[in-house]
């Protein structure tokens, strides 16, 4: 389940970084917050138009963290919230999770979905 709070950070402008570890080593990818939608799974459905080098390392290793904040959503100690996400991921270039990010980015080239396994206020 994601918290109410982190649906709240979805909606405002930020960004949202991306770390994959590919067989070179880390790597970083940043969205914005508010392009990343909620399959009905539950899952981070993330529009991909580029993300090759993302996209290469999570083809060796599916594991992903994510960041996201926003200076406008009421955090642990005041203004001010953001989150840790740990999940696995995969690169979607068709069927029905792709087509549903689809319809509203036409620019779409793929959709990295992440099964959330922890999200975690950090402040």
């Given at each position: 389940m994601i918290p109410e709070k982190l649906l709240e950070i979805m909606k405002q402008d930020g960004v949202a970084a991306?770390?994959?570890?590919?067989?070179d080593g880390p790597h970083m990818v940043n969205t914005w917050n508010?392009?990343?939608k909620i399959s009905?799974?539950?899952r981070l459905f993330i529009p991909a138009g580029y993300m090759h080098?993302?996209?290469a390392n999570i083809a060796h290793n599916p594991n992903v963290l994510i960041t996201m904040g926003s200076?406008?959503?009421k955090?642990?100690?005041?203004?001010?919230a953001g989150f840790l996400i740990k999940g696995r991921a995969a690169f979607i270039t068709s069927g029905p999770d792709y087509d549903f990010l689809k319809a509203t980015y036409s620019w779409l080239r793929a959709n990295l979905a992440v099964t959330?396994?922890?999200?975690?206020?950090?402040?």
């Open positions: 991306i770390a994959t570890l590919g067989s508010s392009y990343i009905p799974d539950g080098r993302t996209e200076s406008k959503v955090g642990l100690h005041g203004a001010g959330i396994d922890s999200a975690v206020q950090t402040w």
